[in-house]
């Protein structure tokens, strides 16, 4: 189980992206900036985020590009104006991961872990017993759960998720829940 007491700067923090901090669309894409809408609250629970772990990063599926619905400069556009305005509220993410693989088999397509271990390979230092992955699907928390880490469910997208459940350490109704009982806990 997840203790957030224990929760310091040598932690690393995985970030699923649509459903966590932005509105996902149902059964479709986000396929361009004018399409990304973050959550009211994302940008100061990012920000609070910012201040307890060592390290934010993003995992996301991306499909969309693996289908040609957008391009890889559709989905780096997301991401460059997505981080300035993190950047911009005093909030970072040291690196987005995406897989826009379309078979489900595939290493890096969550529920398996190849992000993680490409994240790993970047970042030595992480330690997978010291990582949390917060996700708004069982796929995030499964991904979680292969590479070691303890998984938080926002239940921002499927609020009928059940829970208690053996993925899912923790549930917050969204991700500014989750980074406001960090913060309580470091107070």
């Not at 997505?82 to 595939?106: K, P, Q």
Request: charged share 20%; hydrophobic share 40%.
């Amino acid at each position: 189980m997840l203790d957030l007491a224990t929760i310091n700067s040598s932690w690393t923090l995985f970030l699923d992206r649509d459903g966590v901090l932005n509105h996902d669309k149902d059964n479709d894409y986000i396929r361009s900036w004018e399409e990304f809408r973050f959550y009211d609250t994302t940008l100061e629970a990012v920000t609070m985020l910012t201040g307890i772990f060592s390290r934010i990063l993003i995992v996301t599926n991306q499909k969309g590009v693996g289908r040609g619905l957008m391009s890889l400069e559709d989905l780096t556009g997301i991401h460059t104006n997505m981080t300035a305005e993190i950047v911009a509220a005093n909030g970072r993410i040291d690196r987005i991961y995406f897989c826009s693989d379309l078979s489900d088999d595939s290493p890096n397509r969550k529920p398996n872990p190849g992000m993680a271990h490409q994240a790993k390979l970047d970042f030595p230092d992480i330690d997978f017993s010291k990582s949390i992955i917060v996700g708004n699907r069982t796929s995030d928390m499964a991904f979680g759960r292969n590479a070691g880490m303890h998984t938080v469910f926002v239940a921002t997208t499927h609020p009928n998720t059940p829970y208690p459940d053996p993925l899912i350490d923790l549930r917050f109704n969204s991700l500014y829940e989750f980074a406001a009982a960090c913060r309580i806990t470091k107070s």
